[in-house]
């Protein structure tokens, strides 16, 4: 059987170089065909440099075609060839050896002897030229160099900023090379490495989504698995590339920072339909962040969220028009905080344009409450007496407009008959409630309130002149939020 293979590919070569006016690839730009009983081969052509690596790719998209991927120089010898892929493509890298024209046969094992047919893309890429030890790395552009018994690791340098997301792929290129790759930061700590590519039937090594922490010159060491100890040996491709998203602020694992009373400009389009910042705040903060469209046409969205990235409340169209608008948000905690400026609908939506972000601190949320008065949150339980002594207890919490709450003071023990008031934050009544809660308990039962800012809760007893006025005992006080209104 190898010796059938060796002959057709001989009579490839021949046709190859029967055919001088086959097509021009171009680098990058996919070209399709078929292979069948009419087409049993098709014939490529681009022109090479010495030391220069070129990849081609031979992806199937129809049929049971089992191809054969072959390279000739223009005189007739044959630089290359991929056959018998365990999937549906195959991929042939090489460093040229010789300044000339070559020919890209793409045929099917047998070729007119053959059977199978299908379609095919075939992808030409001009990968880059072989390297010297210590060069410097530009990203996107690969670099070739060999490891071998004498040589078994290769060093590089690149700059990076902060924010930077890199993928760093090394490629066997020939031989029986076991590639591992190892990325260090200016002070020489190991920061990353890989040995074989997730996902990949291969052995070729890919670190994805390195995030670079902080300016500054770093290292990658090229090498074998085992390093000097290792036995694989042979040529490589190196490339250092950055996601889209890379650059901070562009991904959630690297937000800009931005401070109170700051403001921020950007854009929003297709690629980059959401920006991510961060800032410190501390619990109580009251704040406001405003998301306002300066240019094109977007629908604005804003997003604040906690330091695990859980979202805290969101906001689509309260600043008027397509502008979004949080509105004196409290803070429940110390922390770190996110900001998500996108567009409505994210990867899914539409438009694009500029923006400007602000957040703007608004003082704390209990500044004009005694500390002596407890603070409240929803959810929150709280047991307490009256009596002569201390005929009423009074809490603060900080509420939202349109939030729905629901209130409940429940006698525990003794003879108290409770009574609920809802305060406003100048302390004026809004609602008093005596027995809604069931026999002598007091209730108040979605209560839509009417703005954003402190409320108070008089935990007190009946006091009037129909029944016992100085009754006591211990009560439960429970403050939930059961909804929301627009």
């Not at 090489?94 to 002897?113: I, N, Q, S």
């Not at 005929?391 to 003794?414: E, K």
């Not at 108070?456 to 403050?479: E, H, I, Q």
Request: aromatic share 10%; net charge negative.
């Amino acid at each position: 059987m190898r010796r059938l293979v060796c002959g057709l590919l001989l009579w490839g070569a021949l046709v190859a170089y029967a055919q001088p006016n086959a097509p021009e690839l171009v680098d990058q730009q996919p070209v399709s065909g078929r292979i069948d009983n009419s087409t049993p081969r098709a014939t490529y052509s681009f022109v090479g440099s010495k030391g220069e690596a070129v990849r081609l790719t031979l992806a199937l998209t129809q049929g049971n075609l089992d191809p054969v991927l072959t390279v000739f120089e223009e005189g007739g010898r044959l630089v290359a060839s991929q056959d018998d892929s365990s999937s549906a493509t195959l991929v042939l890298t090489l460093t040229l050896e010789t300044d000339t024209r070559y020919l890209v046969v793409v045929g099917r094992f047998g070729y007119a002897l053959g059977t199978t047919s299908g379609g095919y893309t075939l992808t030409f890429e001009r990968v880059g030229v072989v390297s010297q030890q210590g060069s410097t790395l530009r990203y996107d552009v690969p670099v070739i160099d060999v490891i071998s018994n004498t040589q078994p690791q290769v060093y590089y340098t690149f700059r990076a900023q902060t924010g930077d997301l890199l993928t760093i792929y090394m490629e066997r290129n020939s031989g029986t090379l076991d590639p591992y790759v190892m990325v260090l930061d200016s002070d020489r700590f190991l920061i990353a490495s890989n040995d074989d590519a997730e996902g990949e039937n291969t052995r070729n090594a890919r670190i994805d989504n390195l995030l670079i922490e902080r300016d500054g010159v770093y290292i990658i060491v090229a090498t074998r698995y085992g390093q000097a100890a290792g036995d694989s040996a042979g040529s490589f491709v190196l490339t250092i590339s950055t996601s889209p998203f890379s650059g901070l602020g562009n991904s959630a694992r690297a937000p800009a920072t931005i401070q109170y009373n700051q403001t921020v400009e950007n854009t929003l389009n297709s690629v980059n339909y959401e920006r991510f910042y961060r800032f410190s705040g501390k619990q109580d903060d009251v704040i406001t962040v405003t998301l306002d469209q300066r240019s094109g046409r977007f629908d604005a969205y804003l997003v604040l969220a906690d330091s695990q990235l859980v979202p805290l409340i969101e906001d689509d169209d309260s600043g008027g028009g397509r502008n979004a608008r949080i509105d004196r948000f409290r803070l429940p905690s110390d922390g770190t905080y996110h900001i998500i400026a996108m567009r409505f609908g994210g990867a899914t939506g539409d438009g694009e344009g500029g923006y400007r972000l602000t957040l703007q601190y608004n003082g704390t949320a209990y500044a004009n409450v005694p500390q002596d008065i407890p603070r409240l949150l929803y959810g929150t339980t709280v047991n307490d007496y009256i009596s002569d002594e201390d005929p009423s207890s009074l809490y603060a919490f900080w509420g939202r407009q349109g939030d729905v709450i629901t209130v409940t003071m429940t006698q525990l023990d003794g003879n108290l008959d409770p009574v609920l008031e809802l305060l406003d934050s100048q302390r004026r009544r809004l609602l008093r409630d005596d027995d809604s809660g069931g026999g002598k308990n007091a209730a108040i039962e979605r209560y839509v309130l009417p703005y954003t800012g402190v409320y108070y809760l008089n935990a007190k007893r009946y006091d009037g002149s129909l029944g016992n006025p100085n009754t006591s005992g211990s009560f439960r006080l429970v403050l939930a939020q059961v909804g929301r209104q627009p």
